[in-house]
């Protein structure tokens, strides 16, 4: 198989196992499959393809855009390399590294036939295999003679003694390769298997009906005289779909003798005498399944050997399924991060929790836009040391941040010592424009406090002007190939900073659209005579909130 091991900018450790048939985005974006909590990497900032037998990496995302920061391989630029085991990716201050050791051992792909079932089959569950590994002797055991009984016992415990090694083991393991590992060891310290396979269904795939595509993450044999064997040997689908679906580990055996197979070539000539397959079952779903096979032809497995790598697979599994819960949950950490910036908690959560309700990369809808602008703030940059005026604005966006975020709102951008903000983007909802209108009446009530702390260190106060316009925008990761951010374009933002531009201090102004999609918001709206602005052949009508009258109503 190819790996990616990878270091980002935090310096977190993993790797990522890729995959013929699906591509593998890199970027901040939290639906890559490479999430990089790299602040100087793009949100889709590359992708790794594979194209006749050869992965490729290519600068940007699958839409063709460029990453802002280019993709490096080797210290030098590229645009699209064939990968070769050992090539360093640089992204950003992330490092990648392209591995295939692995791959040389056991093929990039494994091969799948869909001959039918052995012979002879045997089926068990997990939970079947660990009750009876705890219970006593049934009634009709009790009559065994005590060397049996005695042989009994110890089998039970060897089965116990594996488990609680393997869980031991793998409590605190998030890395699959790790935890294959782990269990090959297992099963070939205690059963006579030569090869083990490891499949795994795609994450995203639905779970459980044994029709999903499997693809080979570890494979390992026995003995190196067994390994060209090995890895010329095929996978049988019957046997995968059928554990998949039916949630059960199955022996089979005796497959090339069996008289269905009478002149099948292909199967006299693999030898394969004895297979076992068990599902890889966890709480959430089957994440795939554990392949063993004996490559001696006058070997076969046993019930016991069936039992126990059902619960090998059945502790690989609940493993499996940490290590991706893990990354998952790695991957969310990092939007949340990167989202919490400039959006409020309750949309980064539904964000995170269903990605695919919002369209970002480019789409139309309805927004309310707010500007908003200190006044005068050249004569205070005057008057005032640079380290004072610093403190100054980041104590005035931090407040009106908090304030935006409380009312709904998404921080798009700081402009000098203004701001921009939407409602309605991500997440558009009917409360926009009066979630909108409130957070502006709070924001200048929040200047009146800004205004005592300083006349406290001496600066003389400020005022702002607020402007806002509701209606259509573009919305969404908007810019070039150097540097994208998410944002609103089009002409109600142009409106609604025009507004802003004409408010005088301490004034928020408002259009007519805003006024009346705000009206059920309890503020105090006066007409102010139209305004021309550039662009618009007639005066805009516009409005301004008394804010003073607002507040004295409790709004």
């Not at 590294?97 to 068990?124: A, I, N, W």
């Not at 709102?409 to 000098?416: A, E, N, Q, S």
Request: net charge negative; glycine share 8%.
């Amino acid at each position: 198989m190819a790996l990616l091991h990878i270091t980002d900018a935090s310096g977190r450790n993993w790797q990522f196992t890729l995959t013929p048939h699906r591509p593998c985005t890199i970027g901040r974006a939290p639906d890559n499959q490479v999430v990089l909590n790299d602040p100087r990497a793009s949100r889709y900032h590359a992708h790794v393809k594979f194209q006749d037998g050869v992965y490729f990496i290519l600068d940007g995302g699958t839409d063709g855009r460029r990453s802002a920061n280019h993709v490096f391989v080797g210290g030098e630029q590229r645009y699209e390399h064939p990968l070769r085991d050992g090539d360093r990716v640089t992204i950003g201050a992330s490092q990648l590294r392209f591995d295939t050791s692995d791959e040389k051992r056991t093929e990039p792909q494994v091969q799948y036939d869909d001959r039918p079932l052995g012979h002879t089959q045997m089926l068990v569950s997990a939970n079947e295999v660990i009750r009876a590994a705890l219970s006593s002797p049934h009634p009709a055991e009790a009559a065994a003679t005590p060397s049996a009984e005695l042989e009994d016992l110890r089998r039970k415990a060897k089965i116990l003694a594996l488990l609680y090694e393997m869980t031991k083991t793998l409590g605190s393991v998030f890395d699959l390769d790790a935890i294959f590992e782990k269990a090959c060891e297992v099963i070939f310290s205690a059963t006579p298997a030569d090869r083990v396979v490891a499949l795994l269904a795609d994450e995203a795939a639905p779970g459980g009906d044994g029709e999903q595509d499997l693809h080979m993450v570890a494979m390992r044999v026995r003995d190196e005289k067994r390994a060209a064997q090995g890895r010329r040997l095929s996978v049988g689908r019957t046997i995968t779909r059928k554990v998949m679906r039916e949630r059960q580990a199955l022996l089979t055996q005796d497959a090339a003798s069996d008289s269905e197979f009478a002149g099948v070539h292909s199967i006299v000539s693999q030898g394969v005498r004895s297979t076992i397959c068990a599902p890889l079952i966890a709480e959430s779903r089957v994440h795939g399944a554990l392949y063993a096979d004996r490559l001696d032809p006058f070997t076969w497995f046993t019930r016991d050997d069936l039992e126990l790598i059902s619960a090998v697979a059945a502790q690989t599994a609940v493993a499996v399924e940490n290590a991706r819960s893990h990354e998952r949950l790695a991957r969310e950490e990092v939007a949340r991060a990167n989202y919490s910036r400039f959006m409020p908690e309750y949309v980064v959560r539904q964000l995170l929790e269903s990605p695919e309700s919002f369209k970002l990369g480019g789409v139309n809808q309805t927004v309310t836009v707010l500007f908003a602008d200190i006044r005068g703030f050249t004569r205070i940059s005057e008057e005032a040391p640079p380290e004072r005026l610093v403190r100054l604005l980041n104590h005035y966006f931090t407040a009106m941040t908090e304030i935006i975020f409380a009312h709904g709102g998404t921080l798009d951008k700081y402009l000098g010592d203004g701001l921009m903000a939407l409602f309605g983007a991500p997440a558009a909802t009917p409360d926009d424009a009066c979630n909108a209108a409130a957070a502006a009446i709070a924001m200048q009530r929040q200047v009146g406090l800004i205004n005592g702390q300083l006349r406290e260190e001496g600066l003389p106060p400020i005022s702002v002007g607020i402007g806002l316009h509701t209606g259509e925008a573009t919305v969404g990761y908007i810019g070039s190939e150097r540097r994208s951010e998410y944002t609103a374009i089009g002409d109600t933002v142009n409106l609604a900073a025009r507004l802003e531009q004409n408010a005088l201090p301490g004034q928020i102004l408002l259009s007519e659209a805003t006024a009346a999609a705000a009206a059920g918001a309890g503020c105090a709206f006066r007409p102010r005579p139209p305004i021309k602005v550039k662009n618009r052949v007639r005066p805009v009508p516009i409005f301004e909130i008394d804010w003073q009258k607002s507040l004295e109503s409790g709004v």
